[in-house]
């Protein structure tokens, strides 16, 4: 688990495929790694990984087809800075909210706007995470825990302070960006709670009678 409070900006150094998925290095900058032991998780813009290497200056961690598939990580260079954060601790402050480090989807800048000395930005969600993003709410964006200031249909806007573009990469945002996004445990939990007894059955089949006419298994002359 994580807050959602960035700790340090690091940088990809390396990208190295390995047995079909993706080993990756990040030299993680002002990040204190003293604490850190192998097999302890990271969170790299917002995808919790494994460190499976410490050589001092950073980590090395193994990012799977899955992950890869599910998140940004996927458009990472060798020389893109990331956002970092150890997994918080008993004794760690809840600055941010639970984050799990698992990201619910990729969502798109829409745009960039200056507001005095902040940074005013539109963000659309994949739509079917449209339901969990709730005016004032919290969201994670690249592992950013964050305030939802304004809901349209799939986009919501962030207003971003100076502070927050200094310790993470927001400042580097553009129009077009690719972002990871995860929304808050307590609206998942809450819409699984809903079903009640119905959180038992099996979920419904998507192949459909018209499903299946439309892609030629039924003669609909029939």
Request: net charge negative; proline share 3%; with cysteine.
């Amino acid at each position: 688990m994580f807050t959602g409070i960035i700790e340090s900006i690091g940088t990809i150094r390396a990208l190295s495929p390995k047995g079909g998925d993706v080993r990756v290095y990040v030299q993680t900058g002002k990040l204190d790694l003293g604490d850190v032991k192998l097999g302890d998780s990271i969170a790299v813009n917002g995808v919790c990984l494994t460190a499976v290497e410490l050589p001092g200056d950073g980590f090395w961690a193994d990012v799977s087809r899955e992950t890869l598939a599910c998140s940004a990580f996927i458009d990472l260079k060798i020389g893109s800075r990331v956002n970092l954060e150890k997994a918080l601790t008993p004794t760690t402050r809840l600055g941010g909210h639970l984050v799990s480090g698992h990201v619910d989807g990729v969502g798109e800048i829409v745009s960039r706007e200056e507001s005095a000395r902040a940074i005013q930005f539109r963000i659309r969600a994949p739509r079917e995470l449209a339901k969990y993003i709730a005016l004032k709410g919290s969201i994670t964006v690249d592992g950013t825990s964050l305030t939802v200031n304004a809901v349209n249909g799939a986009e919501f806007e962030l207003t971003i302070v100076p502070h927050t573009l200094v310790e993470t990469i927001m400042a580097d945002y553009q129009s077009g960006r690719r972002v990871n996004l995860e929304v808050d445990l307590l609206a998942r939990y809450l819409e699984r709670l809903l079903l009640g007894d119905k959180a038992a059955e099996p979920a419904a089949s998507g192949i459909t009678e018209g499903f299946l006419a439309e892609h030629g298994f039924l003669n609909p002359s029939r």
